[in-house]
């Protein structure tokens, strides 16, 4: 038998509407799965628009499948076609289902949506479970509050797919901060699936260095950053006019202000920048590990994985978390300062600038995540791989009997009873 033959496969959908959070978690891991499992194949599915700005592992590739926004009064549009979001919905499903059939994954993680955006998943989830398809769905160590996730999974009729269709739940985080499930009524067989993995690690990459850092001159500097930038402007303009003040804080600043933000938006702040001598700011940098492994600490609004750079390069942190559409942030940041991993500020309205002048000052004085010692806290790529090579044995035998029992009903399940 052939290598290719032989080869596994692992399909990711990254839920996408908006934003690089789903997208960079999906690509953390298929980047550790191949250089794990040099027999492996990982396949993104995605609607991010910067996707291609993204380095890719050999054998880690993506599928862009016409890209879909939510507004900000929760309803989606398409983002860059002439036509209505059922049609995109439509398009996307019908590409989603066509890739799956003929990539033939082993497993299928889903990440955080249990049917995808809109349900968009659904039928594919069916096919590849009567294939004999691992099925894992994906979640971050926070979903959102409980008295707004439970009525939102009780619409989406979430339940019936944990119960019957997923195989496994897996939580990118540590029990010890948070559970993402709390508040729901989970029965006792959908518990029985739910694996922590613990967060996930990241590493900067060697391979390039941002251009910006030759303009820091080597001084210590705080990175701020806002992940995609689209809801970042409150927390840039507080941090901003700390240094625009008479009292400067004690670092120098580099704004990453992200893909995301307004144009005009963004040209405000160069403005305001350029009038700084010790601020330098860039759009975005697809290498944002090597630009925060070098600060001296950060300010951020505490998404998945913005945390999980604090954490494996040990950084001190102040985090500015937003509390809409989600409390996602919020959530997180108050457990982790609970925790002692890292320093929060809630925005209160008034974003004073002596306020945040404190604040930053502060962050010399913090300790750094890796004073608190928490079990299993960066295992989750070391636990990802072992979980895959346990389940590609269990697809083995699984497909060995879907041959067993329908002779010639799949080309994988033969070549698995052979």
Same mark, same amino acid.
């Given at each position: 038998?052939?290598?290719?033959?032989?080869?596994?496969?692992? @399909?990711?959908?990254?839920?996408?509407?908006?934003?690089?959070?789903?997208?960079?978690?999906?690509? /953390?891991?298929?980047?550790?799965? /191949?250089?794990?499992?040099?027999? @492996?194949?990982?396949?993104?599915?995605? =609607?991010?628009?910067?996707?291609?700005?993204?380095?890719? !592992?050999?054998?880690?590739?993506?599928?862009?499948?016409?890209?879909?926004? !939510?507004?900000?009064?929760?309803?989606?549009?398409?983002?860059?076609?002439?036509?209505?979001? +059922?049609?995109?919905?439509?398009?996307?499903?019908?590409?989603?289902?066509?890739?799956?059939?003929?990539?033939?994954?082993?497993?299928?993680?889903?990440?955080?949506?249990?049917?995808?955006? !809109?349900? +968009?998943?659904?039928?594919?989830? +069916?096919? @590849?479970?009567?294939? =004999?398809?691992?099925?894992?769905?994906?979640?971050?160590?926070?979903? &959102?509050?409980?008295?707004?996730?439970?009525?939102?999974?009780?619409?989406?009729?979430?339940?019936?797919? @944990?119960?019957?269709?997923? &195989?496994?739940?897996?939580? $990118?985080?540590?029990?010890?901060?948070?559970?993402?499930?709390?508040?729901?009524?989970?029965?006792?067989?959908?518990?029985?699936?739910?694996?922590?993995?613990?967060?996930?690690?990241?590493?900067?990459?060697?391979?390039?260095?941002?251009?910006?850092?030759?303009?820091?001159?080597?001084?210590?500097?705080?990175?701020?950053?806002?992940?995609?930038?689209?809801?970042?402007?409150?927390?840039?303009?507080?941090?901003?006019?700390?240094? +625009?003040?008479?009292?400067?804080?004690?670092?120098?600043?580099?704004?990453?202000?992200?893909?995301?933000?307004?144009?005009?938006?963004?040209?405000?702040?160069?403005?305001?920048?350029?009038?700084?001598?010790?601020?330098?700011? /860039?759009?975005?940098?697809?290498?944002?590990?090597?630009?925060?492994?070098?600060?001296?600490?950060?300010?951020?609004?505490?998404?998945?994985?913005?945390?999980?750079?604090?954490?494996?390069?040990?950084?001190?942190?102040?985090?500015?978390?937003?509390?809409?559409?989600?409390?996602?942030?919020?959530?997180?940041?108050?457990?982790?300062?609970?925790?002692?991993?890292?320093?929060?500020?809630?925005?209160?309205?008034?974003?004073?600038?002596?306020?945040?002048?404190?604040?930053?000052?502060? #962050?010399?004085?913090? !300790?750094?995540?890796?004073?608190?010692?928490?079990?299993?806290?960066?295992?989750?790529?070391?636990?990802?791989?072992? #979980?895959?090579?346990?389940? $590609?044995?269990?697809?083995?035998?699984?497909?060995?009997?879907?041959?067993?029992?329908?002779?010639?009903?799949?080309?994988?399940?033969?070549?698995?009873? &052979?």
């Amino acid at each position: 038998m052939s290598t290719v033959e032989n080869a596994r496969r692992i @399909l990711i959908y990254s839920h996408d509407s908006f934003g690089l959070g789903h997208l960079r978690r999906c690509r /953390v891991m298929a980047n550790a799965l /191949v250089e794990k499992n040099q027999n @492996l194949s990982v396949l993104i599915l995605s =609607g991010s628009p910067i996707i291609g700005s993204f380095d890719f !592992k050999a054998r880690v590739d993506f599928v862009r499948i016409p890209g879909i926004i !939510k507004l900000r009064n929760g309803e989606y549009t398409s983002l860059s076609l002439h036509i209505d979001t +059922e049609q995109t919905l439509a398009m996307r499903s019908s590409i989603i289902r066509h890739t799956a059939e003929t990539f033939d994954p082993d497993i299928f993680i889903v990440d955080k949506e249990p049917y995808g955006l !809109k349900g +968009e998943v659904m039928e594919t989830l +069916e096919m @590849l479970k009567a294939r =004999g398809t691992h099925l894992v769905l994906g979640l971050r160590d926070v979903l &959102d509050d409980p008295a707004l996730l439970a009525p939102e999974w009780k619409r989406k009729n979430v339940l019936p797919a @944990l119960e019957s269709l997923y &195989d496994d739940i897996w939580i $990118f985080g540590v029990k010890q901060i948070y559970n993402p499930l709390t508040g729901l009524d989970i029965p006792a067989n959908v518990k029985r699936k739910i694996t922590y993995t613990g967060y996930l690690p990241r590493h900067a990459s060697s391979i390039s260095e941002p251009a910006i850092l030759s303009e820091m001159n080597e001084e210590p500097y705080v990175l701020v950053t806002v992940g995609g930038g689209g809801d970042g402007e409150v927390l840039m303009d507080w941090v901003l006019r700390a240094y +625009e003040g008479d009292r400067e804080p004690p670092f120098n600043a580099l704004f990453v202000m992200g893909p995301f933000m307004p144009p005009e938006t963004r040209a405000s702040f160069r403005d305001r920048i350029q009038r700084l001598s010790r601020v330098r700011a /860039v759009t975005f940098d697809s290498h944002l590990e090597r630009l925060m492994e070098e600060a001296a600490a950060v300010v951020a609004m505490g998404g998945y994985n913005t945390f999980c750079e604090v954490l494996s390069m040990d950084k001190r942190a102040l985090i500015i978390p937003r509390t809409v559409p989600r409390r996602e942030q919020y959530i997180r940041s108050v457990r982790a300062s609970e925790a002692g991993l890292i320093g929060m500020l809630v925005d209160d309205d008034v974003r004073a600038s002596a306020t945040m002048l404190t604040a930053l000052r502060q #962050l010399a004085q913090q !300790k750094k995540p890796s004073e608190i010692v928490i079990p299993g806290l960066l295992d989750g790529l070391e636990n990802l791989n072992r #979980l895959v090579n346990m389940r $590609f044995q269990e697809v083995d035998r699984r497909r060995a009997a879907i041959a067993k029992a329908e002779p010639g009903n799949h080309p994988a399940a033969a070549s698995a009873a &052979d």
